[in-house]
């Protein structure tokens, strides 16, 4: 159980009661006479995230009053009540009321209470919920550990989370579920056939990796997760500017949120075959790092002309897409920060989502939207394709002229899938710039709820 919920119900419990600009007038008339005047005292109008603690008699509060969006309004955040642990006095609290989603209402307030304490003295949650009816807490107790295992680690910094320290914390969680774990380090990565994860990463004195670990009955469907380890992207020869590279440390973004879905995976015993991969390298300058106008080998077979060295994590999924596909898994997913461009057009909140799956599409834009996990369909665009094309090798990792830039992303590892019954990517940002409702500022987890509720639906 999530320490937030903890020991609540030992403590002496304040009521939250929901209202909204809707209900507010007759929400008022109920309240007891001190407290009605006390809330029109204070001109609270119950626009939404609107907090109210009411006094008792004594002096103590005896209730909380907090305005959620109006039902069915065009900005309503299911997450409103994630802003609650940053406005509560510590104490144990309940809901009085049920909120527009008892269950996200839930999961919103846990993950608004998470702080990132690595390097800080940690806290014991000042702010506890008793938990209420009608959930499965240990569903949400398990997405709530997932998101957190996802926020630590794209938070590390990367001196202490580089391909070494992602690999083990690989392999922890391999270990605890029963895993069968490997990882193929250094050149052993060109004996073994991955040059383009070896191209990107020997820049580095961190050597670079392929983390490999499968669970599940052989006989059950497979489902692979591919995620984008790239544990410092400098941008290579093809350097950064330092603010381009000042959050870099969330490049392993897309490594991070597939450890936190084959958490969930494992952990609800979910009747897959799962495989996860993560091509874990620091992309970094010295004399030997790949230069623009390179051409390295794929694992698939194409030749890759490097346009430009900082678009590195299309390569190092490049390779570990062609392992994946090599056993024609069911459905493959790869998660990855990969593009700007997926940032202009779409905002760090909203995540693009490629598949040529009508029925996949659609039932990840449902889950997504169920799950408060935005995620928005791209296309992979036939004519866009060509745009790969290279004079001297059989593809360019980064094609010139600045258009669709995402798109161009996806329609490179398209390249690598062919086996794969069901492929779909995903071009994540990873990172909450600013602090919304139960999503603090700093590393994100994106989409991995909302595929994990598509896969409880279907491998439940």
């Known amino acids: 159980m999530h320490p937030v919920f903890e020991t609540a119900a030992s403590l002496s419990v304040t009521p939250i009661s929901f209202v909204s600009k809707a209900n507010w007038e007759t929400a008022c008339a109920a309240l007891p006479d001190h407290a009605r005047q006390f809330a029109k005292a204070n001109g609270y109008a119950a626009k939404p995230g609107d907090y109210l603690a009411l006094p008792s008699p004594t002096g103590g509060i005896e ?5 959620l969006d109006d039902l069915g309004g065009k900005s309503r955040d299911p997450f409103r009540v994630g802003q609650l642990p940053k406005l509560l006095p510590p104490g144990a609290y ?19 209470s998470y702080k990132f304490d690595r390097y800080r003295k940690a806290e014991a949650p000042l702010v506890r919920l008793l938990p209420p009816e009608g959930i499965d807490l240990d569903d949400v107790s398990r997405v ?11 938070n590390t910094p990367a001196n202490d989370m580089g391909p070494e320290q992602l ?36 820049a580095s004195d961190r050597a670079p990796r392929l983390i490999d670990f499968s669970w599940g009955d052989a006989a059950h469907p497979k489902v692979t997760l591919v995620g984008k380890g790239v544990c410092f992207d400098s941008g290579g020869l093809d350097l950064k500017p330092s603010s381009g590279m000042l ?52 694992r698939k077979g194409p030749t890759v002309e490097i346009g430009n060295t900082d678009a590195e994590g299309r390569l190092v999924l490049a390779d570990a897409l062609a392992l994946a596909d090599e056993e024609a898994p069911e459905l493959l997913i790869d998660l990855g920060t990969l593009t700007g461009a997926a940032r202009v057009a779409l905002g760090p909140d909203l995540p693009p989502f490629y598949t040529d799956d009508e029925t996949l599409a659609l039932d990840v834009a449902r889950c997504a939207k169920a799950e408060n996990d935005p995620l928005w369909r791209l296309p992979l665009w036939p004519p866009y394709d060509s745009w790969l094309d290279s004079k001297v090798a059989t593809l360019n990792n980064a094609p010139s002229g600045g258009f669709a830039g995402s798109i161009t992303c996806a329609l490179f590892l ?12 995903v071009d994540i940002y990873g990172w909450t710039p600013t602090a919304k409702p139960g999503r603090p500022e700093g590393g994100e987890c994106q989409a991995a709820r909302a595929i994990y509720k598509l896969l409880s639906q279907r491998y439940g």
């Open 63 to 67: 209730q909380v009053i907090f305005a």
């Open 94 to 112: 309940r809901f009085a009321n049920a909120p527009h989603d008892l269950r996200l209402a839930t999961l919103a307030f846990a993950l608004g």
């Open 144 to 154: 709530i550990e997932a998101v957190t295992l996802a926020r630590d680690l794209i």
């Open 167 to 202: 690999a083990a914390a690989a392999r922890e969680l391999a270990e605890r579920f029963g895993a069968s774990f490997s990882c193929t380090v250094g050149d052993d990565l060109l004996a073994q056939n991955f040059p383009l994860i070896h191209a990107v990463g020997k």
């Open 247 to 298: 959050i870099m440390k969330k490049d392993m973004g897309g490594a991070a949120n597939v450890l936190a879905l084959a958490l969930l995976i494992m952990d609800a015993k979910l009747k897959v075959r799962l495989r996860v991969l993560i091509p874990a390298v620091e992309n970094a300058v010295a004399g030997n790092a790949m230069r623009p106008l390179d051409i390295y080998p794929s």
């Open 414 to 425: 398209q390249r690598f899938v062919e086996a794969a019954t069901s492929w779909l990517h």
